[in-house]
C-alpha cells in the first residue's frame, strides 16, 4: 500500500455493545493490517455518533473501555497507529459545524440510514442522526485524510466527505485532500437467524449474533440453530442458499482459504456436521482475542491512558489545520 501514495488513513467504530464478528472480519482483521502498511493510521472510538440514539451514561462509559479493549486484544498496537476516544478532541464537532454550514439539507434527507433510523424512531430521529454524516465528514477531513477503509454501506457517506472538501476547496483555496475509499474485500457477515440481514449487534434475536468475547458454548450453540435450508451438502449458492452461503463466508474469511477451497474440504459433511465444523474454526480463532480481553478489561486505568495518550497524538495533528480552516473562513 505504501507504494500507491498513502498518506493518511482514517476509520473510526461506534462504542455501541461488543463488535461481533462481522465488525472482526469486516473491519477489525483490515485494521490490524493497515497498520502495518501505513505510517500514518487514525482508528477513532467515535462515542459523539454514538449520541444519535439515546445511551445510559454509564453503559456508554463502559462500552468506551470495552471497545479499547477489544481493539487491543485483535492487534491494535497503540504504537502503530493513533487509538482515540472522538470526544476528547473538541475540534471535530467545531469542525463539523462549519462543514454543516456547507450542507443542504435535502442532501441529508436523500441518506438510506436516515430513512431507516427515523421511521424506526416514530419519525422522531433527532438533529444529530440528521447530520451525523456531517460529523463524520469531519472526523475524515480533520487529518486531511487520504483514504479510508469503507463497508457498502458507507459509501454514500464517503461521497458526501468527498463532496465537502471539494465545497470547501472551491469557497476558500486548495486545502483538504479528496479523500479516496478503501473498499473492504470482505462479503458482509449476515445474521445467523436471518440470512437475508446482515449481523448486527443490535438484533433482538441473541442467536443471531456471535460476539467476539462470546464464550465456546455460546459460538457452538449460536452456529448449531443457524438457519440454512433443506438441503444437506455444502455449496455456496448466496441467491438460492443464502444461510449455508453465509457459513462458508464466514468460515473461508476465518480460516484464509478460499470459498472454493473450503466447498472443497466440506465434500461429504451434511450442513449439521458442516455447521460444528465452522462453529469450532470461529472459537479457536475467537480464544486468544477472548482471554486477552478479559485481561485488558481488568485494567481500566491502562485502557484510560491508551486513550488519553491517543487523544494527544490526535489533537497534534487536527490543532493545526483547525486553526488554518479558521483563518480560511474567516474566525482569525
Same mark, same amino acid.
Given at each position: 500500500?505504501?507504494?500507491?501514495?498513502?498518506?493518511?488513513?482514517?476509520?473510526?467504530?461506534?462504542?455501541?455493545?461488543?463488535?461481533?464478528?462481522?465488525?472482526? &472480519?469486516?473491519? &477489525?482483521?483490515?485494521?490490524?493490517? &493497515?497498520?502495518?502498511?501505513?505510517?500514518?493510521?487514525?482508528?477513532?472510538?467515535? *462515542?459523539?455518533?454514538?449520541?444519535? $440514539?439515546?445511551? *445510559?451514561?454509564? $453503559?456508554?462509559?463502559?462500552?468506551?473501555?470495552?471497545?479499547?479493549?477489544?481493539? +487491543?486484544?485483535?492487534?491494535?498496537?497503540?504504537?502503530?497507529?493513533?487509538?482515540?476516544?472522538?470526544?476528547?478532541?473538541?475540534?471535530?464537532?467545531?469542525?463539523?459545524?462549519?462543514?454543516?454550514?456547507?450542507?443542504?439539507?435535502?442532501?441529508?434527507?436523500?441518506?438510506?440510514?436516515?430513512?431507516?433510523?427515523?421511521?424506526?424512531? !416514530?419519525?422522531?430521529?433527532?438533529?444529530?442522526?440528521? @447530520?451525523?454524516?456531517?460529523?463524520?465528514?469531519?472526523?475524515?477531513?480533520?487529518?486531511?485524510?487520504?483514504?479510508?477503509?469503507?463497508?457498502?454501506?458507507? %459509501?454514500?457517506? #464517503?461521497?458526501?466527505?468527498?463532496? +465537502?472538501?471539494?465545497?470547501?476547496?472551491? /469557497?476558500?483555496? =486548495?486545502?483538504?485532500?479528496?479523500?479516496?475509499?478503501?473498499? @473492504?474485500? !470482505?462479503?458482509?457477515?449476515?445474521? +445467523?437467524?436471518?440470512?437475508?440481514?446482515?449481523?448486527?449487534?443490535?438484533?433482538?434475536?441473541?442467536?443471531?449474533?456471535?460476539? %467476539? @468475547? *462470546?464464550?465456546?458454548?455460546?459460538? #457452538?450453540?449460536?452456529?448449531?440453530?443457524?438457519?440454512?435450508?433443506?438441503t444437506s451438502e455444502v455449496t455456496y449458492d448466496?441467491?438460492?442458499?443464502?444461510?449455508?452461503?453465509? +457459513?462458508?463466508?464466514?468460515?473461508?474469511?476465518?480460516?484464509?482459504?478460499?470459498? =472454493? =477451497?473450503?466447498?472443497?474440504?466440506?465434500?461429504?459433511?451434511?450442513?449439521?456436521?458442516?455447521?460444528?465444523?465452522?462453529?469450532?474454526?470461529?472459537?479457536?480463532?475467537?480464544?486468544?482475542?477472548?482471554?486477552?480481553?478479559?485481561? #485488558?478489561?481488568?485494567?481500566g486505568a491502562y485502557l484510560e491512558k491508551v486513550?488519553?495518550?491517543?487523544?494527544? /497524538?490526535?489533537? @497534534?495533528?487536527?490543532?493545526? %489545520?483547525?486553526?488554518?480552516?479558521?483563518?480560511? $473562513?474567516?474566525?482569525?
Amino acid at each position: 500500500l505504501q507504494n500507491k501514495g498513502l498518506k493518511r488513513i482514517f476509520s473510526g467504530i461506534q462504542p455501541t455493545g461488543i463488535p461481533h464478528l462481522g465488525n472482526y &472480519l469486516g473491519a &477489525l482483521t483490515s485494521w490490524v493490517k &493497515l497498520q502495518e502498511e501505513c505510517s500514518s493510521v487514525l482508528f477513532s472510538i467515535v *462515542d459523539l455518533h454514538s449520541l444519535t $440514539v439515546p445511551r *445510559d451514561p454509564t $453503559v456508554l462509559r463502559a462500552s468506551i473501555l470495552d471497545v479499547t479493549a477489544i481493539l +487491543l486484544a485483535c492487534g491494535i498496537n497503540p504504537q502503530k497507529c493513533i487509538l482515540f476516544q472522538q470526544s476528547q478532541v473538541a475540534e471535530h464537532a467545531e469542525l463539523g459545524w462549519i462543514l454543516g454550514c456547507l450542507t443542504n439539507i435535502p442532501r441529508l434527507q436523500h441518506f438510506p440510514q436516515w430513512k431507516v433510523k427515523n421511521a424506526s424512531q !416514530m419519525n422522531e430521529g433527532t438533529a444529530g442522526l440528521f @447530520t451525523y454524516p456531517v460529523l463524520q465528514a469531519a472526523d475524515i477531513l480533520l487529518y486531511k485524510s487520504t483514504h479510508v477503509p469503507v463497508g457498502e454501506d458507507q %459509501v454514500l457517506h #464517503l461521497e458526501l466527505t468527498q463532496d +465537502l472538501a471539494r465545497r470547501f476547496n472551491k /469557497k476558500y483555496g =486548495e486545502f483538504f485532500p479528496v479523500p479516496k475509499t478503501m473498499l @473492504t474485500a !470482505m462479503k458482509k457477515v449476515r445474521s +445467523l437467524r436471518d440470512p437475508t440481514a446482515k449481523m448486527s449487534k443490535s438484533d433482538p434475536q441473541k442467536l443471531a449474533t456471535v460476539g %467476539v @468475547t *462470546d464464550c465456546p458454548e455460546e459460538i #457452538l450453540l449460536k452456529f448449531r440453530k443457524a438457519v440454512t435450508d433443506f438441503t444437506s451438502e455444502v455449496t455456496y449458492d448466496p441467491d438460492r442458499r443464502p444461510g449455508v452461503s453465509n +457459513l462458508v463466508t464466514i468460515h473461508s474469511a476465518i480460516t484464509g482459504l478460499s470459498i =472454493e =477451497e473450503v466447498v472443497c474440504q466440506s465434500t461429504g459433511l451434511d450442513t449439521a456436521h458442516y455447521k460444528t465444523v465452522v462453529a469450532e474454526a470461529v472459537i479457536e480463532k475467537l480464544a486468544p482475542i477472548r482471554s486477552e480481553f478479559k485481561k #485488558l478489561r481488568e485494567d481500566g486505568a491502562y485502557l484510560e491512558k491508551v486513550l488519553q495518550t491517543g487523544a494527544e /497524538k490526535a489533537k @497534534t495533528l487536527a490543532a493545526p %489545520v483547525y486553526q488554518e480552516v479558521k483563518r480560511l $473562513v474567516g474566525f482569525l
